[in-house]
């Protein structure tokens, strides 16, 4: 009897324990999913709410100037010259950037030399330079009582406030967009291609060409195409050191200032094509970079 009676309590507090160890189990997995959703829940608003503060402003470009008055807007001579200016130096400025900088992010990204830290923070440091300082600097160097300027104006050479001045200002910000992509992207390339290529008697240029390169060129379009958007909404250092003359240095951020002054239909059909070839950009660039990975 005894022994029944003490097998029947250990096996009602064994009962006991076993749902007590339940009910933390739930209310454990209750908790959790709790604060998971009230974290979900934070995240979703924040979300909300960063794209709302950015869509509603592009939004509102849209709603302010309908299709018809933005259609009207294009055959303005204002839109025409800016965005015919933006377009040609902004190519020019591109196709500069990539000969120039080619070179540069694949020796940056192979070759260990004295000195390589102090010339990467050189070529970046144009990212973070204000806009009107890096439109001083280059007054400074190139203006007609430059550093460089004054030796050029003796000659009858003068870049300052001509269209010159606009490719000179977009090349100085924008390179570094395309140095560093351009950078990266040799840095990914796996060494041993280029050795195996090396190994099998290629040259260095051989190998750079028709092998380095083809794998890092979605990279470096990525690169090329962002410095393209760098140049084209350059303003800082355009108004700075070039000047805002129509059809000469009035690139399309210039005309967008001007237009505000007088006309607001002109300043919001500029400014849609500039959103609207920012939005390419990002699509250009996503894909690309999708490539990329696809192919690691």
């Known amino acids: 009897m005894d022994s029944n009676r003490d097998i029947g309590h250990w096996q009602k507090r064994n009962t006991r324990e076993a749902a007590n160890r339940e009910q933390e189990t739930i209310d454990y997995h209750y908790s959790f999913y709790s604060k998971n959703l009230a974290i979900k829940a934070v995240l979703a608003v924040l979300l909300t709410m960063a794209i709302s503060f950015i869509a509603l402003p592009v939004l509102a470009l849209f709603i302010k100037s309908p299709l018809d008055t933005t259609l009207r807007s294009l055959h303005d001579p204002v839109v025409i010259d800016a965005l015919r200016l933006s377009l040609i130096t902004s190519t020019i400025t591109t196709l500069v950037v990539v000969v120039m900088g080619t ?133 800082g250092a355009t108004i700075m050191f070039a000047g805002n003359f129509q059809g000469r240095t009035q690139t399309m951020p210039l005309a967008i200032y001007t237009a505000m002054q007088g006309d607001l239909d002109v300043s919001l059909c500029i400014a849609i094509i500039l959103v609207a070839i920012s939005f390419m950009v990002i699509a250009l660039v996503k894909i690309l970079t999708r490539r990329v990975y696809k192919n690691v």
């Open 103 to 235: 070179p540069i992010a694949y020796v940056s990204a192979r070759f260990h030399y004295h000195g390589k830290e102090l010339a990467d923070s050189l070529i970046d440091l144009p990212v973070i330079m204000p806009p009107a300082v890096a439109g001083i600097a280059l007054l400074m160097a190139f203006g007609r009582m430059g550093i460089v300027g004054r030796h050029l104006n003796a000659l009858g050479i003068s870049i300052a406030f001509t269209t010159m001045a606009v490719i000179l200002a977009q090349t100085f910000v924008s390179s570094p967009f395309y140095i560093r992509q351009a950078r990266t992207s040799f840095e990914d390339v796996d060494p041993a291609f280029e050795n195996a290529s090396r190994t099998l008697g290629a040259s260095r240029s051989y190998t750079f060409f028709h092998v380095i390169l083809p794998i890092a060129m979605n990279g470096l379009f990525s690169g090329a195409i962002m410095a393209f958007a760098r140049s084209l909404g350059e303003f």
